[in-house]
C-alpha cells in the first residue's frame, strides 16, 4: 500500500490547512489512519488517528480543538483540517495506515507510510 500526503504549504500562524492522505488500495475503510509529524531536529510525533469507520478519532494533546481528521471512504481519502496554526506546528507530516487497526498513536503498528507534506508555519 503506498499513501500519498497531500496539502502542506506555508500559511501564516492562526492560518488554516488541510492536509489529505489517499492510498493505492482500492479499499482504504480496511485500514486506521494516523498522522504523524516531524519537525528539524526533533523526533517524529503523533497528530491524530482515526478508525476504520471514523468513529473514533484520537488527538494529541497539542492539537486538541484545533486539528480535526476525519475520512470520507466512498472517496478513499482520509483529511487533517488544521486550524490556528502556530510556528510549532511546522513539519513535515506524514500519513499512516494500519489493516484493521483500531487508530493508535504509536507509530510502530502502522505498516505503511506516505512520505509526507510540509507544512510552514510563519510567525
Known amino acids: 500500500v503506498q499513501l500519498q500526503a497531500s496539502g502542506g504549504g506555508l500559511v501564516q500562524a492562526g492560518g488554516s490547512l488541510r492536509l489529505s492522505c489517499a492510498p493505492s488500495?482500492?479499499?482504504?475503510?480496511?485500514?486506521?489512519v494516523a498522522w504523524f509529524r516531524q519537525a528539524p531536529g526533533k523526533e517524529r510525533e503523533f497528530v491524530a488517528a482515526?478508525?476504520?469507520?471514523?468513529?473514533?478519532?484520537y488527538y494529541a494533546d497539542s492539537v486538541k480543538g484545533r486539528f480535526t481528521i476525519s475520512r470520507d471512504n466512498a472517496k478513499n481519502t482520509v483529511f487533517l483540517r488544521m486550524n490556528s496554526l502556530k510556528p510549532d506546528d511546522a513539519a513535515v507530516y506524514y500519513c499512516?495506515?494500519?489493516?484493521?487497526?483500531?487508530?493508535?498513536?504509536?507509530?510502530?503498528?502502522?505498516?505503511?507510510w506516505g512520505r509526507g507534506t510540509q507544512v510552514t508555519v510563519s510567525s
Open positions: 499512516a495506515a494500519e489493516r484493521y487497526g483500531s487508530g493508535d498513536k504509536r507509530a510502530s503498528v502502522y505498516d505503511y
Open positions: 482515526i478508525s476504520l469507520s471514523g468513529g473514533s478519532t
Open positions: 488500495v482500492r479499499i482504504f475503510s480496511i485500514y486506521a
